[in-house]
């Protein structure tokens, strides 16, 4: 027994060292020099120099070891978890804003964080204890946590939470929308309930939370490890996906939006998994999926017709931006905005040809009500939002989005990537991803604009957001991370004209252009009661809320 802890004791330390020692070469690895507000756009799984020999298909121990050596790679960016401490934009929603919920929060985190740690580092010495002194000991301590742990989560076994109607009432515009959220780490009842409301008065929706219960920070991390490494799935996983299925066979619902946060991801792309193995593909193309800090370590979305796949391996830009079909290229149509399988073999498909589609098409076939009709994947729509010095994205999807796979045959993180560097860039939810971008009304004197009522307004307007507002860099070299085809990334997102982007730049045939983010979201479409499908039809001439054309 002393032999083996001595053995892993020696393993981690090694794998520390190695971390520590290990040239940082990818500019995600790389605490911020200037802090400059910017942001970066990785299309669907591009990558660097570095390359992962690695995938979640491997041994789970395999997987263990390289989890504990990128965890002391990127230990630069820990306190990045809970810094900066300030602005608090949003007030009593924000996680370190001074409030009775939230200092209990973290008071009760902290006393969490120092006996865990002593925990963890007495456990190798209790193997020269008697075995039932020991197993006493850890019973205590896991007694102790529990109760502790109640006082986040509240007490009994609720795991799902809805946000308050006075942030946001059911409209019958949204009527067949489903919006669900799953959480991260170290958020208690508290902070599952704060999360929920500024998604709802963001986005003018009610949410639908799934609680993802917190242990405690550091078993958190434990937690992740055999989560995305061991593909274990605890109750609120299991609970999230019966609500997830159900919804997305209710023919009432047209869309399901599933958004996660930090271990959240791990969670959902677990879920997703079990989704594909199970639903038809033009149920699953009712799913759009947004993460935030995701710490997954992979994210499937496979393509729907073999031919379209084959278009992508011709063309890695269209593949890294999920935008192989440019235009109808004579599938069945099913009514309801997918497509048929196409069952013939594949010495009988006439092969894709890539043609210009019209204005008419563009604004009434591959509009953006059906995002799955223009990327031809089973699920409709993922973006990942990430902070390059947020600890969690680093360890999970820009480590796994920024680098080339070793072998074309590993498994992929699918969806397309902002990457945002910030001096305000940390992982809480609201306080660091939502209040950076996708910011609250204030007036003249920095105060949060609220109704007659009392109740919150809604997100800044076009123009005001320095998120949306920042510009990136889409084509150009093609061997660049940060690369993506401009024409099928707006025809995505807004059923945009290429003809008109093409007036923009000449982008195939001289290099790089220059877009904003707002102009690549489709999440931002989705503020203050927005949708996509309101761009539907528009003419030349009018400016929407993305892009003018």
């Known amino acids: 027994m002393e032999l083996i802890s001595l053995s892993l004791l020696t393993l981690v330390f090694g794998l520390a060292i190695m971390a520590f020692f290990r040239p940082k070469s990818a500019p995600a690895s790389n605490p911020i020099a200037k802090m400059i507000s910017s942001t970066a756009f990785i299309g669907s799984q591009t990558g660097g120099e570095s390359v992962i020999n690695y995938s979640y298909t491997d041994l789970p121990w395999t997987l263990m070891m390289w989890d504990v050596y990128y965890f002391f790679h990127y230990l630069w960016a820990i306190f990045y978890v809970v810094w900066p401490v300030t602005p608090t934009d949003s007030g009593e929603l924000s996680e370190l804003s001074f409030t009775y919920g939230n200092m209990l929060s973290l008071g009760v985190h902290s006393i969490l964080v120092v006996l865990q740690l002593a925990f963890i580092v007495a456990l190798p010495f209790m193997v020269i204890l008697p075995v039932w002194t020991a197993v006493g000991l850890i019973a205590g301590f896991m007694a102790v946590n529990k109760l502790l742990c109640l006082i986040l989560n509240g007490r009994g076994d609720q795991v799902e939470y809805h946000s308050d109607p006075e942030y946001a009432e059911a409209r019958e515009e949204h009527k067949g929308e489903v919006w669900i959220f799953i959480n991260g780490v170290a958020a208690g009842e508290h902070w599952m309930k704060s999360n929920l409301n500024r998604l709802a008065v963001t986005f003018k929706r009610p949410i639908l939370g799934i609680h993802n219960k917190t242990a405690g920070i550091l078993f958190d991390v434990v937690e992740c490890c055999i989560q995305r490494n061991w593909q274990y799935?605890?109750?609120?996983?299991?609970?999230?996906?019966?609500?997830?299925?159900?919804?997305?066979?209710?023919?009432?619902?047209?869309?399901?939006?599933?958004?996660?946060?930090?271990?959240?991801?791990?969670?959902?792309?677990?879920?997703?998994?079990?989704?594909?193995?199970?639903?038809?593909?033009?149920?699953?193309?009712?799913?759009?999926?947004?993460?935030?800090?995701n710490a997954a370590n992979h994210f499937n979305n496979p393509h729907r017709h073999v031919r379209s796949q084959k278009v992508a391996l011709r063309n890695p830009l269209a593949a890294k931006t999920d935008s192989t079909l440019k235009e109808d290229d004579g599938t069945a149509t099913n009514g309801t905005g997918t497509t048929e399988p196409d069952l013939k073999p594949a010495r009988d498909q006439q092969p894709l040809e890539e043609k210009v589609p019209s204005l008419t098409s563009l604004t009434s076939s591959t509009c953006s009500a059906r995002p799955s009709q223009i990327s031809d994947r089973a699920i409709g729509h993922i973006e990942h939002y990430a902070h390059t010095t947020?600890?969690?994205?680093?360890?999970?999807?820009?480590?796994?989005?920024?680098?080339?796979?070793?072998?074309?045959?590993?498994?992929?993180?699918?969806?397309?990537?902002?990457?945002?560097?910030?001096?305000?860039?940390?992982?809480?939810?609201?306080?660091?991803?939502?209040?950076?971008?996708?910011?609250?009304?204030?007036?003249?004197?920095?105060?949060?604009?609220r109704d007659a009522e009392g109740n919150l307004i809604g997100c800044v307007q076009e123009g005001d957001n320095e998120f949306m507002e920042s510009e990136v860099i889409i084509g150009g070299n093609e061997g660049a991370g940060i690369e993506g085809d401009l024409e099928g990334e707006q025809v995505g997102v807004h059923g945009v004209s290429p003809t008109v982007l093409r007036k923009r730049a000449t982008f195939r045939r001289e290099g790089a252009v220059k877009m904003r983010v707002r102009e690549l979201s489709r999440l931002w479409q989705y503020r203050d009661g927005g949708s996509p499908e309101e761009f539907k039809g528009r003419t030349k001439g009018e400016v929407r809320k993305g892009v003018t054309l």
């Open 390 to 449: 947020d600890f969690v994205a680093l360890w999970g999807v820009l480590h796994f989005t920024a680098s080339t796979l070793d072998s074309p045959t590993m498994p992929r993180f699918i969806g397309r990537v902002f990457a945002r560097s910030s001096p305000r860039g940390g992982h809480q939810f609201v306080q660091h991803y939502l209040d950076g971008m996708f910011p609250l009304q204030r007036d003249a004197n920095g105060k949060l604009l």
């Open 233 to 293: 799935a605890t109750k609120d996983v299991r609970v999230c996906y019966r609500i997830i299925k159900e919804k997305l066979y209710d023919p009432n619902n047209t869309k399901v939006v599933f958004i996660l946060h930090s271990q959240g991801g791990i969670q959902g792309s677990l879920i997703i998994d079990w989704l594909l193995q199970e639903l038809p593909q033009d149920i699953l193309a009712k799913l759009e999926v947004y993460t935030f800090g």
